[in-house]
């Protein structure tokens, strides 16, 4: 599944992000989509404007910014895309415009508003947050030795004593696997890996992109 992203649409939305990640540019909008669940998913970015610097798409590739051409606006180059797609169905148009959203619908592209998306990009942006706080814990905590627990959480002397005192238990001992004696039951073979469920495939960016340069109408490019 590839996403089209209606970049402008997508920036101006307000409200939706936590204060620390409202006001965004494109590279911010990149590294978001990057740690987020669509991270292995190709995107193009459509812009407004004239090209600018296109290190943001050297440096992430499945990643592209794409300007339209002089006289063109950012969702007539979206919608030019969707009609010269060859397989429409795979791509995730992003946009809370209706005419954009209109033709994706036409060509059964699947279509999240902009707002969604944006809710979607902050609740991982969060859930990355929040692991890297717990693993940073739990690091820290590997350190302490049992006297060090005992003061974290306030235990008295006499607990002290006796955890200087005992020595740790014994480690247990490692077994080999061993073939079952007879008249045992044998354990069950496990039951084999169910193949991926992934219903969308990507869709090779470079090529959708070459049928925009290229222009006209080609073969499978109708619904």
């Known amino acids: ?3 089209i992203i209606d970049t ?14 409202a006001g965004i540019d494109e590279q911010g909008l990149v590294s978001l989509v990057l740690s987020s669940r669509y991270r292995n998913r190709g995107a193009i ?3 407004d404007g004239k090209p600018r610097d296109r290190a943001i798409s050297r440096g992430t590739p499945g990643i592209t910014l794409h300007f339209p ?20 169905k795979r791509l995730l148009v992003i946009t809370s415009d209706r005419e954009v959203a209109s033709a994706a619908r ?22 990355s947050a929040r692991n890297h706080t717990d693993q940073t814990v739990l ?3 590997g350190s ?3 006297e060090d627990w005992i003061d ?7 607990l002290k004593g006796l955890a200087a005192s005992e020595p740790p238990p014994p480690r247990p001992r490692e077994t080999e696997d061993t073939e079952p004696a007879e008249g045992d039951p044998a354990l069950p073979p496990k039951p084999p890996t169910p193949p991926s469920q992934e219903p969308w495939e990507a869709l090779d960016t470079d090529e959708l992109l070459r049928r925009y340069e290229r222009g006209g109408d080609e073969p499978g490019t109708q619904a």
């Open 8 to 21: 402008c649409n997508v920036l101006h939305r307000t409200g939706i992000l936590p204060p620390e990640l």
């Open 1 to 3: 599944m590839t996403l």
């Open 106 to 127: 036409k060509r059964r592209c699947r279509i999240l508003d902009s707002d969604s998306f944006l809710g979607h990009l902050a609740h991982d942006a969060d859930r």
């Open 139 to 141: 690091e820290e905590s």
């Open 69 to 88: 051409r002089p006289g063109e606006t950012a969702d007539e180059l979206i919608m030019a895309l969707i009609a010269r797609s060859s397989a429409p």
């Open 152 to 158: 974290q959480f306030q235990l008295d002397d006499q």
């Open 144 to 146: 302490l030795g049992v």
């Open 45 to 47: 970015l459509a812009c």
